[in-house]
C-alpha cells in the first residue's frame, strides 16, 4: 500500500522550532520529488519547499526561504522539513506530497498525499 505520513507537528511560540518527518511507504523516494504543502481554513493550499531525492535539488517558496529547510534520507525513504523562526503567520495543517518530478509538485499534479499534520505557532 502507497502512504505518505506526516508526523513532527504541535505547538510552538513564535521563534521556536518544528521538524516535520514525512515518511514514504509502497514505492521509493529516489523515483519522485517531494513537497511541503500548507493550507489554512479558506485559503488555497500553496507549496512551501520541495526536493528532488534523486539529485537533491530544493526549492522554497518565498515567505519561508532562510528559515525553512527540506532534506531527504533516502535510506530511511523520510522526507524532512525543519522549521526554525516560525511565526503565527506559519500556522496550517502541512501536508506531504509526492510527484513524478518538481515541476508536477509546482503545479500541483501530485499522485499521493499525506495526511497532514497541523502546525500552530503562538505569538
Known amino acids: 500500500e502507497v502512504q505518505l505520513v506526516e508526523s513532527g507537528g504541535g505547538l510552538v511560540q513564535a521563534g521556536g522550532s518544528l521538524r516535520l518527518s514525512c515518511e514514504a511507504s509502497?514505492?521509493?523516494?529516489?523515483?519522485?520529488?517531494i513537497g511541503w504543502f500548507r493550507q489554512t481554513p479558506g485559503k488555497a493550499r500553496e507549496g512551501v519547499s520541495c526536493?528532488?531525492?534523486?539529485?537533491?535539488?530544493?526549492h522554497y517558496a518565498i515567505s519561508v526561504k532562510g528559515r525553512f529547510t527540506i532534506s531527504s534520507d533516502n535510506a530511511k525513504n523520510t522526507v524532512y522539513l525543519q522549521m526554525n523562526s516560525l511565526k503565527p503567520e506559519d500556522s496550517a495543517v502541512y501536508y506531504c506530497?509526492?510527484?513524478?518530478?518538481?515541476?508536477?509538485?509546482?503545479?500541483?499534479?501530485?499522485?499521493?498525499w499525506g495526511q497532514g499534520t497541523q502546525v500552530t505557532v503562538s505569538s
Open positions: 509502497g514505492f521509493t523516494l529516489d523515483d519522485y520529488a
Open positions: 506530497a509526492a510527484a513524478r518530478t518538481l515541476a508536477h509538485l509546482i503545479t500541483q499534479d501530485v499522485e499521493f
Open positions: 526536493i528532488s531525492s534523486s539529485d537533491g535539488v530544493t
